[in-house]
């Protein structure tokens, strides 16, 4: 049995995944990992099985024929493994683990039982910006109806991200949060416990990209789960281009789906 499947998706990035699964096959504890790709786009499937065999890290690769989105693309993945572990790391491929031993520390932590998820220290490369937590407290039925309003229409979608754009760039650089309980975690490493994976698995998620910290804090709290921030876990994300080749309206109207979706079924 594999202590932890990590679950990525392949964007017509093929090479960046192949990156990755020599990053993993360099960890502490390797042979207890299986990699787990699921191909949104992908130029050749059969190429990219061949050379992630080459690699000494375990995997499989899934070609669902159909653009599933982030969060439902690496449930899909963990689905068709179908097989025990531990914990599911659902990850970004644009990413470095600082030490060789992220796994180790991870397989070998006596956490609370009820954590079900666990967000690691995740520091932007481009501006040292820390981005865990996500939130440390639960936005209110207002802030969120707002968000709800503000994505639907366009002209406002882009004010506000032009204006949390200036937010970001003002606090760059900020002090490292310490470890801890939180809300919410940050989407490009989401560390979960198997149980959780089977109850997303049978939930109808609305959601094809953009909004998943929100979804993850909310299903957590509402199975009385915990959700944890250990600082002792550190990853620089890389944060590449794959999003930014995507249209502004299309991103504009994921947002917007997302956040209905949520706001009518948590918020209430």
Same mark, same amino acid.
């Given at each position: 049995?594999?202590?932890?499947?990590?679950?990525?998706?392949?964007?017509?990035?093929?090479?960046?995944?192949?990156?990755?699964?020599?990053k993993?096959?360099?960890q502490k504890?390797?042979?207890e990992?299986i990699? $787990? #790709?699921?191909? &949104?786009?992908?130029?050749?499937?059969?190429?990219?099985?061949?050379e992630?065999?080459?690699?000494? !890290? +375990?995997?499989m690769?899934?070609?669902?024929?159909?653009?599933?989105?982030?969060?439902?693309?690496?449930?899909?993945?963990?689905?068709?493994?179908?097989?025990?572990?531990?914990?599911?790391?659902?990850?970004?491929?644009?990413?470095?683990?600082?030490?060789?031993?992220f796994?180790e520390?991870?397989?070998?932590n006596?956490?609370?039982?009820?954590?079900?998820?666990?967000g690691?220290?995740?520091v932007?490369?481009?501006?040292?910006?820390?981005?865990?937590?996500?939130?440390?407290?639960r936005?209110?039925?207002?802030l969120?109806k707002?968000?709800? $309003? #503000?994505?639907? &229409?366009y002209?406002?979608?882009?004010?506000y991200f032009?204006?949390?754009?200036?937010?970001?760039? !003002? +606090?760059?650089?900020?002090?490292?949060?310490?470890?801890g309980?939180?809300?919410?975690?940050h989407?490009?490493?989401f560390?979960?416990?198997k149980?959780?994976?089977?109850?997303?698995?049978?939930?109808?998620?609305?959601?094809?990209?953009?909004g998943e910290e929100?979804y993850?804090a909310?299903?957590?709290?509402?199975?009385?789960m915990?959700?944890?921030?250990?600082?002792?876990?550190?990853?620089?994300?890389?944060?590449?281009?794959?999003?930014?080749?995507?249209?502004?309206r299309?991103?504009?109207?994921?947002?917007?789906?997302?956040?209905?979706? $949520? #706001?009518d079924?948590?918020?209430k």
């Open positions: 049995m594999y202590k932890v499947a990590v679950s990525v998706i392949c964007y017509d990035n093929e090479k960046e995944v192949l990156e990755f699964a020599k993993l096959s360099e504890k390797s042979e990992i990699l $787990l #790709v699921t191909c &949104n786009k992908c130029s050749d499937v059969k190429r990219l099985k061949s992630l065999n080459c690699i000494k !890290i +375990s995997s690769v899934f070609d669902p024929q159909v653009n599933l989105g982030y969060l439902h693309g690496c449930l899909f993945g963990l689905e068709e493994f179908g097989e025990e572990y531990d914990y599911a790391v659902i990850s970004n491929t644009d990413i470095d683990f600082v030490t060789y031993d796994f520390k991870l397989i070998t006596d956490y609370n039982r009820k954590i079900g998820c666990i690691p220290d995740i932007l490369k481009e501006t040292g910006k820390h981005q865990n937590p996500f939130s440390i407290y936005p209110d039925k207002k969120m707002l968000r709800k $309003l #503000v994505y639907d &229409n002209f406002l979608y882009n004010l032009m204006l949390s754009k200036i937010k970001n760039n !003002i +606090s760059k650089g900020e002090i490292q949060q310490k470890k309980y939180v809300y919410s975690v989407g490009s490493v560390i979960l416990k149980e959780c994976i089977d109850k997303f698995l049978k939930d109808n998620i609305q959601i094809f990209m953009y929100l993850v909310e299903k957590l709290k509402e199975n009385q915990l959700l944890y921030y250990d600082n002792d876990l550190k990853i620089i994300h890389n944060e590449n281009q794959v999003t930014g080749k995507i249209a502004s299309r991103k504009q109207e994921w947002f917007s789906q997302s956040t209905k979706f $949520l #706001v079924r948590f918020w």
